[in-house]
């Protein structure tokens, strides 16, 4: 036995074996590219000033060659087509046919049987017989205009027999018999002149009606005009496969397309429409014969056609053997019928169908997958947003059962399959996302690019042929150790291929919202009584937070993808249990604590990252509403429940100082913020109240500006929200003087501010002036708008000039910018009488004229304007 060498020395060897085979690569590259070279036929050199390949000479030319005759394209030939040409053919033919017409419909009569009988054959045989002529002369578009002709002479021809010779045979059946003459004289009229493009797509034109108006003829049933249109579209399929030119293979591919689908569209209908399972066997018949066809077409069909294939006989397989059991349950349960055999078309896997239509039909397995679980996202909508109608009438008291509590007007009857079809889509999901690994294996397979495929290696390159176009030997092959393809891995990605991690996680996810959704769904089809309704919302929700924290802990982009999905669910399924719990005060105060309880739990045991804040913002949302329930069991009216909405606020300011630095304790924090501004809304109806609220969210600030991290913001805040609850007080109480309050507040403030720059120079004067001076300055401000009297704005000018000069003086933000401010409104207050009189005196086309001509001066003087304004910035940043 050989010995194991060290991981060192294997790796070593490794690379060395790497290295040589690299070289051996590019050494038979090289050699590949002289042999080809070697291999080329030498081109010809043209003589100077002769490019052939650029005037699309034909061989031969060159300079020696013929002149060409007057008209000649250069570019296309002699030969090619010119525009003169075409339209002076285009208008004789043109008027030749409305000759004949008119011939035939006005001077038809007035002659006699074998006049018209001599008229017809020889225009008609020597239409006909001239293109044959033409083509031998080489007059290849006068030919093609004579067959045009003769086509409009033949229908003319068959107008006319029907007209006089047969005035009293069915018009259907006439033409059926018509179109079936004319199509096999044009085919074999194509077939003998090859040359002429017009026949043979003509005679497949004709083909496609001789069956339909043979079946209309003959009143046959639908389901007979739906074989014969089947049969025509395979008949179509066979030109389009095996026909000549391409004008014959599009036209067959067209007709084939329209009849095709017109077929599946009439079995469908009668399959959907039928009595009973005895009556869906028919309409099934014919789809299963579609099948058999498109299949049939998918094995020799180019690539994207096989695909279509695919998709058509996959959806038409689900309608036909889907159909006999749907015809025989009631109408909410026919979803499921069909969803069954939609997902027994992934036995396609196990057969030899080529690989672009064992494609389609998985497209069409999961189309029909879809298809159903869209029509039960009605039913799990109307669960999750049916509660919201409980919003108007709180406590109303509990419904009897479950759907009584949604208020929706869906016919859950008809929505009975809704919560089977959910969970077998979620186990289907679930079971690929636990069993991965074999399922890439299944479908390994049909990953394989061909060479020469869209971002596929080259044939002959490392990684042709193999799936996602790998080479041998990386990371997810089977040369690497594994049978599965590369993307199974959960690696790298190659180009238009998702990661193996991705599509993991894609079907985690999918199996938890559609479990989700079919737990939900089910209660309501059941119609449960509405305490169990509640209890299951509520414990489906703790599943839920279990499966995101479990998957949040164990890493991976799989787990990621389905903890982001439970989360979201959680949260959702939250929304909704606590919607749903309104009806009952009871119900109330245990949904909400129990999620409240919940959320707060998955906080604490998820790792660190977006979910577990997520939870705790959830945890402390619900804890808010509950302190709004406590209020409204009180019976207090809503500005006097408003201190009891600060609870939770205040609960998150200790949770955050004993937090700390943890990354949840900010989303925590901010999460209380709403419950405040709740509170602060609520008790803006009765002014002590507001200002008490306003004073109790200053604490709240002031307590979380302890920590330094907090205190930029927080200190800003709480110094505003006591100077708010104090003007909010004084208003309340009357007050006309407001600086009797507030003097006794700004004095004392602008000393401990004054002490404190003296300790601490580089001190803001915001955080040491700033609160003393907004105290006092504001308020009188305030009531300085509304003071009819002179003695007020004097005096707050005055004061406001003097702390603005102190501020310029001793460079102090504070002190110049609310001084400044202050004095400017008050001024402007005591102006503006006089600038309204001086406007109303001034002509009306001043003003507009003064505003432009200040805006030409500052365009002019932008730069320096600009110059100005950052001057002053620097400025007032550098104050302290």
Known sequence: MEPVPPPAEELARLDRELA???????????????????????????????????????????????????????????????????????????????????????????????????VLSVVTLGALAAPAVLLRRGLTATAEALTALALVLTLLDVYAVHAVAAPDADGLGFTAVACAVLAALWTAYGLALGTLRLPLPVAVVLAQWPLLFWAWAAGAPAPVVGWALLATAVMDGVIALRGRGPGVRITACVGGSVLGLSALLVGLTLSATASGPIGALAPGALLLAAVAAALAGAWRAPKGFALVGGVVAGLAAVAAVGGVPAAAVAD?????????????????????????????VLVASAAVAAGALAGSVPSVAAVLLGPITLLSDVWAGSPQGFRSALGSTLPWSESAAAPVVLALAAGLLGSAYRWWP??????????????????????????????????????????????????????????????????????????????????????????????????AETLLVAGLLALAVRGAGSGGRASAAVAVTASAAAVAGAVSAGLLSLASEGASYAVFAALAALFAGA?????????????????????????????????????????????????????????????????????????????????AADAPFLALTLALCGVLAAGAAVRPERRPVAGRSAAGLFVLAAWVRLAASGVSFPEAYTLPVTVPALVVGFLRRRKDPEASSWTAYGPGLAATLLPSLAVAWTDPDWVRPLALGTAALVITLLGARHRLQALLILGGAVLALDGLHELAPYVVQVAGALPRWLPPALAGLLLLVVGATYEQRLRDARRLKDALGRMR
């Open 20 to 118: 040589e085979l690299d070289a051996r690569r590019a050494q038979l590259l090289t050699r590949r590219a002289w042999l080809l070279a070697a291999l080329r036929p030498p081109v010809p050199a043209a003589a100077p000033g002769w490019n052939p390949s650029a005037w699309g000479t034909p061989p031969g030319g060159g300079p020696g060659a013929p002149a060409q005759p007057w008209g000649y394209v250069p570019g296309k030939g002699a030969s090619a087509p010119r525009s003169a040409q075409n339209v002076l053919l285009t208008l004789g033919g043109l008027l030749l046919a409305v000759a004949a017409v008119a011939f035939t419909l006005v001077s038809w009569g007035s002659m006699g049987i074998g006049g018209r009988s001599a």
């Open 332 to 360: 909410g349960w026919r979803v499921l019928a069909y969803l069954l055999c939609g997902l027994a078309l992934t036995a396609v896997l196990r057969t030899r169908l080529p690989k672009d239509a064992a494609r389609g």
């Open 438 to 535: 074999s399922l890439v294996r299944a479908v390994a397979p049909l990953t394989v690019r061909e060479p020469g495929a869209p971002g596929a290696p080259e044939a002959g390159a490392p990684g042709a042929g193999v799936p996602g176009g790998r080479p041998p030997g990386a990371p997810g092959t089977a040369a690497y150790g594994t049978g599965a393809p590369w993307y199974a891995v959960g690696g790298g990605r190659a180009r238009g291929w998702p990661s193996g991690a991705a599509l993991r996680g894609a079907a985690g996810a999918g199996a938890v919202a559609l479990g989700w959704g079919a737990l939900l769904s089910a209660g309501a089809v059941l119609d449960v009584p509405y305490a169990l309704a509640v209890v």
């Open 603 to 683: 906080a604490f045991r998820a790792g660190a990252g977006v979910p577990r804040a997520v939870f705790a913002v959830a945890a402390v949302v619900w804890g808010t509403v509950l302190t709004g329930f406590a209020g409204r069991s009180l019976g207090l009216a809503g500005h006097e429940s408003a201190p009891l909405l600060l609870l939770t606020p205040a609960l998150t300011v200790l949770l955050g100082a004993r937090l700390r630095r943890n990354p949840v304790a900010v989303p925590v924090e901010l999460a209380g913020v709403p419950g405040a501004l709740v509170a602060v809304g609520l008790s």
